[in-house]
């Protein structure tokens, strides 16, 4: 699945690649055979284009695959050994444990001056530098500088001859003209050891950018063992793509004022990497659930039902799909805009409608249905089967009138009429939502509350 922090570094990404008439590159980097997979590579290429970045667009280019690429890989390797720049190893990590005593300790540059010829078993090391310091110019931390010293002499490629992640990465990054890395903060204590790589083949090291690692209520970096952090997820509950780009955009960076909810292109020419915090950033699903609130309420009529259209039929909704009535939700679908913060929502506010009868949440009818609600919705259902007409305005009146019969406020006593009509004493406007479920649907349910209010009394009663 592909993780929100992936998705912010993509868009960071995108909005450099697509400012400066770049290219974003979307680069697959699969020699892990046991981590790759052709449905998880398509699910980054869906999950990419659900926020606005794919082929579509020509600032796109990819997906290429690293695991295409190992001759290449090779021959840079060779390419370094024959420089000098590297020389080959038989050190198991025992040994290594032995000569230093510590099973924690680095490699301590012991095949360095052996002169070891290629021979399989034997692993690729690189020579790094004995003396002075690498210097990471880095958009997002300055100038962050690493001791070469420090910088054991690292493998770039294995005892099968296989090159390692680090030596691949740069290779490609070469070869594809990459000129800005954008990537999360995790990879920093990498750079240094990539950038000498890049110097060592002959090569200016790109720009560099880490990211600041994103982190959860209690300041804990995102973890999908613990956390909800899979784009999918959030898309499939109903978050529209549009709100997720704004959220994960300021995760990090910011426009500067106090307008936060912008259209995703003005937040793409606005964008600044230097301007990107170093600061860890707080994922708040809470603020991000309040952005998608707004860009909800911001859609057309006809773009809000045609996004609910998911949540409307199985294995959402659990109604007949037979008894599903599109003119029905479209009555409702304007006042459901303004209430659901994510579109998932929409299911449980339009079910009565749909349902044979209505599911009653046990808490709402043991708050609501108290020996005093058996009258009052015997007046209810009195004074609505002699209406005239079945509208808001004269259903409000009506139960205006009994409410002033039982000294009640009319929000008391609309509770137990909505939990007998729809459920639950939350949801959409009562007078509205009882006009379109209509005269008969509206007192049957009603008499059928009564009965079930009864039922119970008489049984405490026994």
Known sequence: MFHVGGARSALYNWAVARQSGGTFVLRIEDTDAARNKPEWTQGIISALAAIGISAADPAFEGPYFQSARGERHRA???????????????????????????????????????????????????????????VVVDLVRGTPAFPNAAIEDFVIARGDGSPVFLLANVVDDLDEGITEVIRGEEHLSNTPKQQLLWQALGARPPRWAHLPVIVNDRRQKLSKRRDKVALEDYLAEGYL??????????????????????????????????????????????????????????????????????????????????????????????????????????TAYVDFLFLPEPVHDDPSWAKEMTPAAGQLLADAHAVFSALASWEPDTLKAALEGVATGHGLKLGKAQAPVRVAAMGRTVGLPLFESLTVLGRDRTLARIAAARQKLAAMEAGDAG
């Open 76 to 134: 840079a390797a060779r390419e370094l050994y024959g420089a000098g720049r590297a020389y080959y190893c038989d050190c198991t990590r025992e040994d290594v444990a032995r000569r230093t005593g510590s099973q924690h300790s680095g490699y301590d540059g012991y095949c360095r001056d052996r002169g070891l010829s290629p021979e399989a078993g034997r692993a690729l090391r690189f020579r790094t530098p004995d003396e002075g310091e690498t």
């Open 241 to 346: 793509p549009d709100a997720l780009v704004n959220y994960l955009m300021l995760l990090g960076w910011g426009p500067g004022g106090d307008r936060e909810i912008m259209p995703c292109e003005e937040l793409e020419r606005l964008f600044r990497i230097e301007d990107v915090t170093a600061s860890s950033a707080y994922f708040d699903v809470r603020k991000l659930t309040a952005f998608n609130g707004e860009y909800i309420r911001a859609l057309p009529e006809e773009e809000f039902a045609a996004a609910c259209a998911p949540w409307l039929r199985a294995p959402h909704a659990p109604w007949d799909p037979a008894d599903f009535d599109p003119a029905a939700f479209a009555a409702l679908a304007p006042l459901a805009r303004t209430r659901v913060a994510v579109l998932s929502e929409i």
